[in-house]
Each structure stands twice: as structure tokens, then as C-alpha cells.
């Protein structure tokens, strides 16, 4: 098990099959989603989409995911796409864990149904720009939300509506 971490969690301690790694580099992040079966997210109560990027890093690379359900994640992807377990319940990611280690078919479905949701959700890059856009048009300007379904993909950000004049 490698943990990219500050430090170790309370308990746990370095030995044969547990390593404590800080990568530096995006190269050496992307050699860890490669090494790795399935991503354990743990995770502290929030109202924000904490560990998103780490899922969707996951995701893209091929990667299931084990995540707590602790706060807005759901708000992205659902329990076909990734597995939850309850917020600190130790026994609960260990038994998740250990359940998609051994069904190679569950894994390769919750990567295929996540990576759909990516792309039909615009869970990218441009899509958070388009959808930020709009937004802060709406707000400064009243001007009317155009939604990533409404954008060309090829449209340029500056071909959206600007601001009245």
C-alpha cells in the first residue's frame, strides 16, 4: 500500500507493505495511479467537493475509486461510479477495498460508468471554464446562462454572449 499523505494515519506504521510516499512531480503522481488497483479516498466531513481532482485523476487514468462519503462528491458521481462508505467507518473501506479487489468486472464498470459521466457531464477542464463564464456573466451582468450543452465543443471561451453594452 503506498499513502500519499503528510504523514501516516494514526496507528498505521511503515513496514513491508505500506510506504508513505510524497511525489513531487505530475509524472510521479500519474506512476502512482499506473501502480495502483484501486484509489482509497478517505476523507474529513465538508461541504465542498473535497478529493474531486483526486477522483477524477483516478477516473481518467483508468482507476476505481473507494471514497468516504463525506461531503459534496455525490454531487459529481454517483454510487454506480464510485464506491462509497460511510465517513470513518475503518472496517467499511477495508471491506470495499477488499471486495473490488477481487471482482476485476466491478472494477472495470465503475471506471467505464465514471469516465461516461466525465464526458457527458463535462466533468473537464472546459466544461468548469463554460459553466464558470456563464455564472459570473449572470452575476455581474444579467446576462442569460449559456450551458456547456448549448457551446460547440470547438467554440472558443470568447465566442460566448459578453456583457450588454
Known amino acids: 500500500m503506498r499513502i500519499v499523505a503528510p504523514r501516516l494515519p494514526r496507528g498505521l506504521k511503515p513496514g513491508a507493505n505500506v510506504t508513505l510516499v510524497h511525489p513531487k512531480t505530475n509524472d510521479e503522481y500519474i506512476a502512482l495511479y499506473r501502480w495502483a488497483d484501486i484509489v482509497a479516498l478517505a476523507l474529513n466531513?465538508?461541504?465542498?467537493?473535497s478529493g474531486i481532482t483526486v477522483v477524477e485523476e483516478a477516473v481518467v487514468l483508468g482507476v476505481p475509486v473507494v471514497a468516504a462519503d463525506g461531503g459534496a462528491l455525490?454531487?459529481?458521481?454517483s454510487e454506480e461510479e464510485l464506491r462509497y462508505v460511510p465517513?470513518?467507518?475503518?472496517?467499511?473501506?477495508?471491506?470495499a477495498i477488499a471486495a473490488l479487489a477481487d471482482d476485476a468486472a466491478e472494477r472495470a464498470r465503475l471506471v467505464e460508468?465514471?469516465?461516461?459521466?466525465m464526458i457527458e457531464g463535462e466533468l473537464t477542464s472546459r466544461g468548469f471554464a463554460l459553466r464558470h463564464a456563464a455564472l459570473s456573466r449572470e452575476l455581474l451582468y444579467g446576462a442569460t446562462i449559456v450551458t456547456v450543452e448549448e457551446t460547440p465543443p470547438d467554440a472558443p471561451l470568447s465566442t460566448l454572449p459578453s456583457a450588454p453594452t
Do not use: E, I, T, V
Open 87 to 95: 465517513l470513518g467507518d475503518a472496517a467499511a473501506m477495508r471491506a
Open 45 to 49: 466531513p465538508n461541504l465542498h467537493g
Open 74 to 77: 455525490k454531487c459529481y458521481f
Open 113 to 117: 460508468r465514471a469516465q461516461r459521466r
